[in-house]
């Protein structure tokens, strides 16, 4: 028996419609139905075929705004724009500058060079060219000076004149066009000044850091080369060919924000370097230590005596102190601090005594040789 088919599916309401919805029901007709003319109802005929390229890109931009300065700056929206050059620009700029962005909210990146926003909390102006250093947290600067450790190593150079409590540009390496180098050679290094600022001439008895280069000499025009060095000549330290003196100071420990560290003459340095001293023997009377002669002493006790700090300087001794045959108790005066073991007069017995002065107070240490009876 033949398949029954059902004419009037859905209840159509005449047989041509029937047939249609019947045709239409069927997979892979392709057939061009009902919805698909309505989704083209809307459309004008012939669509863009007519449309010139100036009214494609009007309608385009009708429909796709160009991305603001805001949204390029803040670099956090995700609606679709169009893009500028300038906008491009803006948007890497302001991740680089205080925006954020991978290299950091304070690095500076301009067409000079990179550098950072420096604050000024100094109570005054750093005026431009002014070799910089940092100065407390986050990126406070101060006026950078070679004779000062506080104020060193410089970390960049003032790009413009920053007033107190304002920031500005500090450039650490890159170009700084139209100033004033005419009182500079083409191609002269500037170091940090001993008391601030730029020189030609490295600094004597001062950190010497070289922080640029000059690149054109002229009064208006000129441009310099910023290239921090990290690293300078230490304050004191000697330049090539310099020799030293026995009257020439040396400079110990941390200078101060005075610049005012421990200062020895060489002569005096070479003493605590030099070869140990005979004093002899003391059998009487009073040995007073004395910081003129070499730094590691001797003495031999032949009988009883007193022994005495240095009356004047400051500085160490070491003194080996050695009973002889007719050794006699030494009697310790003037010092201020007698710590260790206890002289005694048995002779072949041997002492080292460990003699120290600072300022006013003389301290004695001793320590008796291993082998004593």
């Known amino acids: 028996m033949p398949d029954t088919i059902e004419l009037n599916p859905g209840g159509a309401g005449s047989l041509n419609i029937a047939f249609k919805l ?10 061009f139905t009902d919805a698909d003319k309505a989704k083209l109802a809307g459309q004008e005929t012939g669509a863009t075929a007519d449309m010139t390229p100036e009214e494609v890109q009007g309608a385009y931009d009708s ?10 700056e803040a670099g956090a929206s995700t609606a679709v724009r169009q893009v500028t050059a300038q906008r491009i620009a803006q948007a890497i700029a302001a991740q680089v500058v205080g925006g954020g962005g991978n290299l950091g909210t304070d690095m500076r990146l301009n067409g000079f060079g990179i550098g950072f926003a420096g604050a000024n909390a100094t109570g005054a102006q750093i005026a431009r060219l002014t070799p910089v250093c940092l100065d407390g947290a986050a990126l406070a600067i101060a006026v950078s000076e070679a004779d000062k450790t506080d104020r060193l190593p410089c970390i960049g150079v003032a790009a413009a004149d920053i007033a107190d409590t304002a920031s500005g540009d500090v450039i650490s390496y890159g170009m700084i066009t139209a100033v004033d180098s005419a009182a500079w050679a083409v191609g002269a290094p500037l170091y940090v000044g001993s008391t601030g600022g730029l020189t030609d001439t490295a600094p004597v008895d001062a950190a010497v850091q070289e922080v640029a280069r000059v690149v054109t000499s002229d009064p208006t025009d000129g441009v310099l080369f910023v290239n921090i060095h ?3 000549r230490p304050i004191g330290a000697l330049g090539t060919g310099e020799a030293l003196t026995g009257a020439d100071l040396l400079l110990f420990g941390d200078a101060s924000a005075d610049h005012a560290p421990a200062a020895r003459t060489l002569a005096d340095v070479l003493l605590d370097l030099g070869n140990s001293g005979d004093l002899g023997t003391r059998s009487s009377g009073t040995e007073t230590l004395v910081f003129s002669a070499a ?5 031999t006790n032949g009988g ?3 022994l005495a700090p240095p009356s004047t300087g400051e500085g160490r001794i070491t003194l080996e102190l050695a009973n002889g045959a007719s050794a006699g108790a030494v009697t310790l005066t003037g010092w201020d601090s007698v710590t260790g073991a206890t002289l005694d007069s048995t002779p072949g017995n041997r002492f080292l005594c460990a003699v120290t002065v600072i300022g006013a107070q003389s301290y004695l240490a001793i320590t008796a040789h291993s082998g004593n009876a």
């Open 22 to 31: 019947r045709y239409e029901a069927n997979e892979n007709t392709n057939a």
């Open 63 to 72: 429909q796709v705004p160009v991305m603001s300065q805001a949204e390029a």
């Open 230 to 232: 990290a690293e300078g």
């Open 295 to 299: 730094r590691q002493q001797r003495l």
């Open 304 to 306: 009883a005596f007193a």
